[in-house]
């Protein structure tokens, strides 16, 4: 799927790194301070990203609701008290089937530059070489080197923005994940299985999230939708790989 070739929304592009929030918990303080990058002048998508996630996934603790009405009529009213908007999830069966089988098919097919290819394929290998949920801080520092490049290099701004949004959210997101599973928040299949599929199970997670949210900046999607369906995303693939 080509995201060169996306439809384009009705809406005008509205990714300016608006502040998230005046009151963070001390929680998501803490993740912040870990997996921020100040540097990158979207960093508020991976931090919004990851406060929707994780409450919508509190939602489905308290509640056992795995319905997409259920799920979605929560971060709507969720939304509207916390951002002031209103939110019903896009229903795009292929669109999930690719991103949750194989993100990368969507993530690396945009209509880049040799040089803006070349840096998606480096973030993207960052997230394939995870072996490991502890491992965070390694994977971050990777992330932030290349981070480092695009800021200094001269791709020109879509391509720029691009890597720098899928970036956020692969950090962000990154740190959730690793820290949900290094708790024992995801249920686990004890033994070598078990471990093999928990890594698995890190990556696509973490990369559908990213993918999606550089689908919908693609889409020039206002900036709330765009980090409301990367955390979206996070749920279906969960159910399409078993895991969430």
Known sequence: MSLG?????SHPSNVSNPPVSNAINATFSHRVSVAGNPANPYDSIGILHNIILDSLRKYVGRTNDTS????????????????GIDFMPAFDPDLEFNI????KSVLLNVPFSAEG?????RIANVLEQI???QEFGSYAGQIKAIEQEILAGSLVPKEKNYLLIVSS???HSGYYWMEEFNN????????LFGFLRKVAGVIAAIGADATTAGYHYFKNSPYDHLVVESAWMSGICGYYTGWW
Do not use: E, I, P
């Not at 070739?5 to 929304?9: D, G, H, L, N, R």
């Not at 997409?68 to 951002?83: D, E, P, Q």
């Not at 949750?100 to 993100?103: F, L």
């Not at 290819?117 to 394929?121: R, V």
């Open 184 to 191: 024992g928040n995801v249920s686990q299949t004890m033994g």
């Open 131 to 133: 072996r490991s949920t």
């Open 100 to 103: 949750c089988t194989n993100y």
């Open 117 to 121: 290819k070349a840096m998606l394929q």
């Open 169 to 171: 959210v692969l950090r």
């Open 5 to 9: 070739a996306c439809k384009k929304s």
């Open 68 to 83: 997409r009405l259920g799920k979605s009529a929560y971060l709507n009213k969720f939304l509207k008290g916390y951002r």
